[in-house]
């Protein structure tokens, strides 16, 4: 089965710093998909990012934008202009191509210091 | 907001009870995904189901089962509770119409508390 790797429990950033959280997963399969899913405070579980496989091209949505090295199975998270509102743990996900289960990492929990 | 709908958002029960939680997908959504997250631990996937069809399955204990039924509306249902069984559900959907229709959407979840 594959495996999603977050080593960072616990991250903490200055507000407006630049932050970035990692990700490694184990797969065999070439054609993929990759998440970041945030959960604030109220357990919502919300998505952050997305990014194919296929493309090269890094995912970008306005302050958030990924960092996705296929060969080196990596996919990190890279929170610009950190805001009070990013504080939050965030879960990184992998889905293969067949479309079956979303494979979570354990967590990282981020501190945004005023 | 999500678009996932869960009820009940809370439910507090006794032990060797038999609860049902429900999730209504976002329209159109064809798969539904459950899962269990207990106090500061990670998801656990429980199972998933694809326009009425079970797909996969996770750690899911024999004492829970759920279903999926024609309307895609999903219903998890847990007997013979723990206090173990104690966590927030989550319930997600995914459209899984075609390659963009990928990224799981999650309802606010039910917290389950087991006494």
């Known amino acids: 089965a594959q495996t999603v790797t977050q080593s960072q429990p616990e991250m903490s950033v200055q507000e407006a710093e630049t932050v970035t959280l990692s990700c490694t997963y184990d797969t065999s399969e070439s054609d993929y998909y990759l998440f970041w899913y945030k959960q604030p405070p109220s357990r919502q579980m919300i998505l952050v990012i997305r990014q194919e496989a296929y493309k090269q091209q890094n995912a970008t949505e306005n302050r958030f934008s990924v960092n996705f090295q296929k060969a080196a199975k990596s996919f990190s998270l890279k929170i610009s202009d950190s805001q009070l509102g990013d504080a939050a743990m965030y879960f990184c996900?992998?889905?293969?191509?067949?479309?079956?289960?979303?494979?979570f990492g354990t967590g990282t929990s981020l501190t945004v210091i005023p | 907001d999500s678009g996932v709908t869960q009820t009940p958002k809370h439910l507090i029960t006794a032990t060797g009870q038999r609860v049902t939680l429900r999730c209504s997908p976002r329209?159109?959504?064809?798969?539904v995904y459950w899962y269990q997250q207990s106090l500061d631990q990670g998801l656990q996937f429980l199972i998933q189901?694809?326009?009425?069809?079970?797909?996969a399955k996770g750690n899911i204990l024999e004492r829970f089962s759920a279903q999926q039924f024609p309307d895609l509306h999903s219903e998890l249902n847990l007997s013979s509770l723990e206090l173990g069984d104690s966590a927030l559900y989550f319930c997600?959907?995914?459209?899984?119409?075609?390659?963009?229709?990928?990224?799981?959407?999650f309802g606010q979840g039910t917290r389950l508390t087991v006494v």
């Open positions: 189901y694809y326009n009425g069809e079970e797909r």
């Open positions: 329209s159109g959504d064809l798969s």
């Open positions: 997600a959907s995914s459209p899984d119409r075609g390659r963009l229709n990928t990224e799981a959407f």
């Open positions: 996900a992998y889905r293969s191509k067949t479309g079956n289960q979303f494979y």
